[in-house]
Every structure is written in C-alpha cells, then in structure tokens.
Nanobody, 127 residues
C-alpha cells in the first residue's frame, strides 16, 4: 500500500513561488500515475495536475497552466509541484494522489479516479 506524504506548504505572498513535494513509499510508485488536487474552504476538491508513470506526459487544470509544473523522480519515489506566480485564489489544502493502475497514461482529473491519497499540506497566498 502506497502512503504519500506531502510537504512544502506554507504562507507566501502573491507573485511568489513554492514547491510542494510528495514522498510515496511502495513498490509500484514508478508505475503509477500521480496527481495533485486542492481543496479550498467550502469548495469541492479540484484537479490541479497529473503526471504519467514515466514522467513524459503531464496534464494541468486551465487555472494553473503556465504557472505550475508537475514532475517526478522515480528513483526517489517523489512527485513535485512547482508553483510560480501564486495568486490568492491558489490558497487551499493541496493533496497528492495516485492511481493503482500500472502504466496508465490517460488524463485522470477526477478525485474518484485515484486510489490513494496523502493527508494534504496547506498553501496560503496573501494579497
């Protein structure tokens, strides 16, 4: 069973950058699609970005395209989310998630498409 642990959240000002990390133990990590989601108070959990098992294909929500970059290091069993030009509307708890399907490379942007989740890390962007 893979257990992701997110880190790197905190408080920043609008326009700043931040990098989130997700360390995921488990034998199948390098063959799993991984994603980042976020949830603001009073709102539903929403898709941010996803990366296929090899790292060669990535997907983004329109709201973060051009500002956020997802990447992975399979040797370290870690997924990253580099966030640039942060906006107050990016404030949320950010969750790392993974799919158990091996070598899956389609777009998965709904929470119910993912099988395991981290506990989340708070990102707050002040104006």
């Amino acid at each position: 069973q893979v257990r992701p642990v997110e880190s790197g959240g905190g408080l920043v000002q609008a326009g700043d950058s931040m990098r989130l990390s997700c360390a995921a133990s488990g034998r199948t990590f390098s063959r799993n699609m991984m994603g980042w989601f976020r949830q603001a108070p009073g709102k539903e959990r929403e898709f941010v970005a996803a990366i296929i098992w090899s790292g060669s294909t990535t997907y983004y929500a329109d709201s973060v395209k051009g500002r956020f970059t997802i990447s992975r290091d399979n040797a370290k069993s870690t997924v990253y989310l580099q966030m640039n030009s942060l906006k107050p509307e990016d404030t949320a708890v950010y969750y790392c998630a993974g799919k158990n399907s091996l070598w899956y490379n389609g777009r998965s942007d709904r929470p119910n498409e993912y099988d395991y989740w981290g506990q989340g890390t708070q990102v707050t962007v002040s104006s």
